[in-house]
């Protein structure tokens, strides 16, 4: 098993996710990091090179909806300085994650991700391009299969997470297909600190 940084890649006419690629780099005692590239998101409608496109030959249209953004209360459960608090807050993060691509609003993980966390700002800026195109997920773009705290300590954890990211449409403000996300299952190991509440302070790929 191999943990690594992850650096986001771009596919035309899909958004392939901050976390579709990794750059190797060994993490060790005394090991310093480099921060995420510049990550910029395809807004298509050109289709993708792949066999299977995400568009049809005619428009496709999908009802616009009119979400606001209310604060989502952490769960008792998730919020406890335990290890299956500390896993519990990384279930609920995953369900943030699907909220803020499918209002969207980047603003909405400011809460839980150290503005210096190492590895999250991928996931940021994929958001936060979404949100400056004026484009939405139709659905939960991820899905969790396992959320197991791998250490803990007084304030501090480790969480293994794998994840299912689903093959979702992303519309724009007139309801219009523009892109979707790239499907795949990814492994993470996820480093929390305990203030109140948990915060994510690094996020690593894992590579098996």
């Known amino acids: 098993m191999r943990r690594s940084h992850h650096t986001p890649r771009t596919t035309p006419g899909s958004v392939a996710g901050w976390l579709a690629l990794t750059v190797t780099a060994a993490l060790v005692a005394g090991c310093t990091t480099t921060p995420d590239p510049t990550h910029t998101i395809s807004s298509g409608p050109t289709p993708p090179t792949s066999t299977t496109s995400a568009f049809t030959s005619s428009a496709t249209l999908i009802?616009?909806?009119?979400?606001?953004?209310?604060?989502?209360?952490?769960?008792?459960?998730?919020?406890?300085?335990?290890?299956?608090?500390?896993?519990e807050f990384v279930n609920f993060l995953v369900s943030e994650v699907n909220r803020a691509f499918e209002t969207p609003r980047s603003a909405i993980l400011d809460t839980y991700l150290d503005s210096t966390c190492l590895g999250c700002q991928g996931l940021?800026?994929?958001?936060?391009?979404?949100?400056?195109?004026?484009?939405?997920?139709?659905?939960?773009?991820?899905?969790?299969?396992?959320?197991?705290?791998?250490?803990?300590?007084?304030?501090?954890?480790?969480?293994?997470?794998?994840?299912?990211?689903?093959?979702?449409?992303?519309?724009?403000?007139?309801?219009?297909?523009?892109?979707?996300?790239?499907?795949?299952?990814?492994?993470?190991?996820?480093?929390?600190?305990?203030?109140?509440?948990?915060?994510?302070?690094?996020?690593?790929?894992?590579?098996?």
């Open 63 to 87: 009802p616009t909806t009119s979400k606001s953004t209310p604060t989502v209360a952490v769960p008792a459960k998730a919020q406890e300085n335990t290890p299956d608090g500390a896993s």
């Open 124 to 208: 940021r800026k994929d958001v936060a391009g979404v949100e400056s195109q004026s484009h939405r997920a139709i659905a939960d773009v991820w899905s969790t299969d396992f959320a197991i705290a791998e250490t803990w300590e007084s304030k501090k954890a480790t969480v293994r997470l794998r994840i299912e990211q689903h093959r979702v449409d992303f519309v724009d403000s007139s309801g219009r297909i523009v892109n979707y996300m790239k499907p795949g299952s990814h492994d993470y190991l996820l480093t929390l600190t305990h203030r109140g509440t948990w915060h994510v302070t690094r996020w690593q790929k894992i590579e098996l």
